[in-house]
């Protein structure tokens, strides 16, 4: 059973254009989060989750939006997409003790043509 | 604030070489440490971790130790294989940051025959 899993696993749209990734955990985790890699591979955090409430709204543009349904679930709808959003998106989740590690989804390819 | 600095990359070594990861931390609170592996096209995943001071986390052949006094904990590997070529991750998280993770700008490794 995949832990942390998100769709669509590739995405290739045009600019302007509004899409969305999902994400899943079975995990039973209280936190979700949101990060983007570039192509250095340089990790950003974007959002987390804590229980559905927001708790990290890093500095990103307010075309992202995180949306989070119910603790298993953190979607994030991006509204008219730019040439540099084009990334890898990858979904987590943790527990809230301090000694407990991220678990990561699979990655989102995100290109915007 | 807390950050994490991790030695650059590229790392280029041949099969059944000794690898060191430099990961050097500054945390206002008492972190846990960790070192994830991204493989090419895939999500990052827990390789090892350390909750506390004189801790060692191991996995793999992979080690590192949490050294409180230099502020450290590097990774090693007494001898290195071809499947090791990945993106490597030193992170930490304290109890003082909630849920945040701080990662390393990641270190590439190739592991040549």
């Known amino acids: 059973d995949t832990a942390v899993s998100q769709t669509p696993k590739y995405l290739v749209t045009q600019m302007g254009n509004d899409k969305s990734i999902k994400c899943e955990q079975n995990l039973g985790h209280d936190t979700m989060y949101w990060y983007k890699q570039d192509s250095k591979k340089f990790l950003k955090i974007m959002f987390s989750?804590?229980?559905?409430?927001?708790?990290i709204n890093e500095t990103v543009p307010n075309r992202f939006s995180p949306k989070s349904p119910d603790k298993a679930h953190l979607n994030l709808h991006i509204n008219s997409l730019e040439l540099g959003d084009s990334a890898v998106y990858f979904c987590?989740?943790?527990?809230?003790?301090?000694?407990?590690?991220?678990?990561f989804g699979p990655g989102t390819r995100l290109t915007v043509t | 604030g807390d950050s994490v600095t991790q030695m650059e990359g590229p790392v280029t070594l041949s099969e059944e070489a000794f690898l060191t990861i430099n990961c050097t931390y500054t945390?206002?609170?008492?972190?846990?440490l960790f070192w994830y592996v991204q493989y090419p096209g895939e999500g990052l995943q827990l390789l090892l971790k350390a909750t506390k001071a004189d801790d060692k986390g191991s996995n793999k052949g992979f080690e590192a130790t949490y050294r409180k006094e230099t502020t450290s904990f590097h990774l090693e590997k007494g001898s290195v294989q071809v499947s090791d070529s990945a993106v490597y991750f030193c992170?930490?998280?304290?109890?003082?940051?909630?849920?945040?993770?701080?990662f390393g700008t990641g270190t590439s490794l190739t592991v040549i025959p």
């Open positions: 987590a989740s943790s527990q809230v003790r301090s000694t407990y590690e991220q678990y």
């Open positions: 992170a930490l998280k304290t109890a003082d940051t909630g849920n945040q993770f701080y």
């Open positions: 945390a206002t609170g008492y972190p846990s």
């Open positions: 989750y804590n229980n559905k409430e927001l708790i």
